[in-house]
C-alpha cells in the first residue's frame, strides 16, 4: 500500500478483555515500531521488530502487552485483560533499516476501555 | 537527564514571524534528527530531517544541527496559522532506536 494502515481505527473494550491491534507497514520497510499516546501526552514507545532480529521489548508496560510480526510484514499488537490505563490512541510506524531512515506512521488505533 | 528535551509550550507567535522550536540530546554518537508536525488528532507526519552539522532549509523550514552542542532547532519562517501544532523532535542514536522528544505546542495568532 501507498502508506502504514492500522485497524481497526476504534475499539472500545470492556475491561477485562483482550484486545488486538494490527499494522500493516509500508511495503519493503524491515522495521516496525509501536507507541502509545496518551491524550495531550507524547509518544511513549513499547517495542520495536528489525527484520528478523529479536524484537526491542523494553518499552512493553507489563506482561499483559505482546506484539508479533510475522513474515517480516504485517504485527499484532496484543493487550491481555485491558484495564482503563490501557486507553490511548496506539500507533503504528515504519521505515527502511539505517540509521538514516526516517519513520512514517499509520492513523493510529484509538482505544477505549470501559 | 533525559534524552530528548524540548520546551513544552505552548510557544505564541504572531502571523508572519518567525517560530523557533529547539531540541537538546543527551546522547552524542546520535547520527540522524527529524522533526515530527502533530495536529490534535491526527498522526505525526515528517517534516524535516539532517544528518550533518549547519541548516538544512525546505521552503519556510529551517533545520539546524550542532552536534557539538547537543542541539537541533527547527525555524519555521513566516509563521500562518496552518503551523499550528505539536513539533516533536525525534533522534536515533542508533541504527533503528529512535527517542522522541516530549513535543513543542506552537500556536500562530492571527
Known amino acids: 500500500g501507498a502508506g502504514v494502515s492500522q485497524s481497526p481505527s476504534n475499539k472500545v473494550t470492556e475491561k477485562g478483555k483482550d484486545v488486538e491491534l494490527r499494522c500493516d507497514p509500508i511495503?519493503?520497510?524491515?522495521?516496525l515500531y509501536w507507541y502509545r499516546q496518551s491524550l495531550g501526552q507524547g509518544l511513549e514507545f513499547l517495542i520495536y521488530?528489525?527484520?528478523?532480529?529479536?524484537?526491542?521489548k523494553s518499552g512493553l508496560p507489563s506482561d499483559r502487552f505482546s506484539a508479533e510480526r510475522t513474515g517480516g510484514s504485517v504485527s499484532t499488537l496484543t493487550i491481555q485483560r485491558t484495564q482503563q490505563e490501557d486507553s490511548a490512541v496506539y500507533l503504528c510506524?515504519?521505515?527502511?533499516?539505517?540509521?538514516?531512515?526516517?519513520?512514517?506512521f499509520g492513523p493510529g488505533t484509538r482505544l477505549t476501555v470501559t | 537527564q533525559k534524552e530528548v528535551e524540548q520546551n513544552s509550550g505552548p510557544l505564541s507567535v504572531p502571523e508572519g514571524a518567525i517560530a523557533s522550536l529547539n531540541c537538546t540530546y543527551s546522547d552524542r554518537g546520535s547520527q540522524s534528527f527529524f522533526w515530527y508536525r502533530q495536529y490534535s488528532g491526527k498522526s505525526p507526519e515528517l517534516i524535516m530531517f539532517?544528518?550533518?552539522?549547519g541548516d538544512k532549509e525546505d521552503g519556510r523550514f529551517t533545520a539546524q544541527l550542532n552536534k557539538a552542542s547537543q542541539y537541533v532547532s527547527l525555524l519555521i519562517r513566516d509563521s500562518q496559522p496552518s503551523d499550528s501544532a505539536t513539533y516533536l523532535c525525534a533522534v536515533k542514536p542508533s541504527y533503528d532506536k529512535v527517542i522522541f522528544g516530549p513535543g513543542t505546542s506552537l500556536s500562530v495568532i492571527p
Open positions: 510506524a515504519s521505515s527502511g533499516g539505517g540509521a538514516f531512515y526516517e519513520q512514517y
Open positions: 539532517i544528518y550533518s552539522n
Open positions: 521488530f528489525q527484520g528478523n532480529s529479536a524484537p526491542d
Open positions: 511495503s519493503g520497510h524491515t522495521a
